[in-house]
T-cell receptor, first 114, second 113 residues
Framework: DVKVTQSSRYLVKRTGEKVFLECVQD?????MFWYRQDPGLGLRLIYF???????EKGDIPEGYSVSREKKERFSLILESASTNQTSMYLC?????????????FGEGSRLTVL | KNQVEQSPQSLIILEGKNCTLQ??????????LRWYKQDTGRGPVSLTI?????NTKSNGRYTATLDADTKQSSLHITASQLSDSASYIC????????????FGAGTRLFVKA
């Protein structure tokens, strides 16, 4: 089975702090994604990566950056956390663009910014 | 504008009853439609996938339908169980050169004993 692991399930940070959210997948997938999920809204794509060191902006990249130094690891960085970044963050992976598009999700990281 | 709308927003049913969740989409060009189940505190997991030419797909007690002409899909749950309590998310993928997916906001289902 595909395993997508997010390092932190719950985080509480203060405004202005730098936040790292880590995600690791064990199935050699090409694509990795970071979404945020807020009540009443669909999942919104922050960034995705289709290869090591490659990244593409999603729909809501402002205030975020990402890093993909190794194929299995995709990190989301909040340079200076703000209260409106309080949310559930979901990492996902996917084998490649020729597949059926199924996303394999991690358990999520719930971030609270005070 | 590409959108996926789900209804109802939430639903409460008694254990053993059936229910149907709706998904309407205005997405083009259409590639496929998936239903995901998201248990509380967990990531979403794919239940079914349907392409343009498919109009019914079953996965155990879950049956998804697709009407590509009216751009509607439904997820029918038969003989509900307490473990069916979750959010159900309709997701439509676009047929583009890259990877583009539109998520619905989900239907929150509560199954009561």
């Amino acid at each position: 089975d595909v395993k997508v692991t997010q390092s932190s399930r719950y985080l509480v940070k203060r405004t202005g702090e730098k936040v790292f959210l880590e995600c690791v997948q064990d199935m050699d997938h090409e694509n990795m994604f970071w979404y945020r999920q807020d009540p009443g809204l669909g999942l919104r794509l922050i960034y995705f990566s289709y290869d090591v060191k490659m990244k593409e902006k999603g729909d809501i990249p402002e205030g975020y950056s990402v890093s993909r130094e190794k194929k299995e690891r995709f990190s989301l960085i909040l340079e200076s956390a703000s209260t409106n970044q309080t949310s559930m963050y979901l990492c996902a992976s996917n084998p490649g663009v020729e597949n059926t598009g199924e996303l394999f999700f991690g358990e999520g990281s719930r971030l609270t910014v005070l | 504008k590409n959108q996926v709308e789900q209804s109802p927003q939430s639903l409460i049913i008694l254990e053993g009853k059936n229910c149907t969740l709706q998904c309407n989409y205005t997405v083009s060009p259409f590639s496929n439609l998936r239903w995901y189940k998201q248990d509380t505190g967990r990531g979403p997991v794919s239940l079914t996938i349907m392409t343009f030419s498919e109009n019914t797909k079953s996965n155990g007690r879950y049956t998804a339908t697709l009407d590509a002409d009216t751009k509607q899909s439904s997820l029918h749950i038969t003989a509900s169980q307490l473990s069916d309590s979750a959010s159900y998310i309709c997701v439509v993928s676009l047929l583009t050169g890259g990877f583009k997916t539109i998520f619905g906001a989900g239907t929150r289902l509560f199954v009561k004993a």
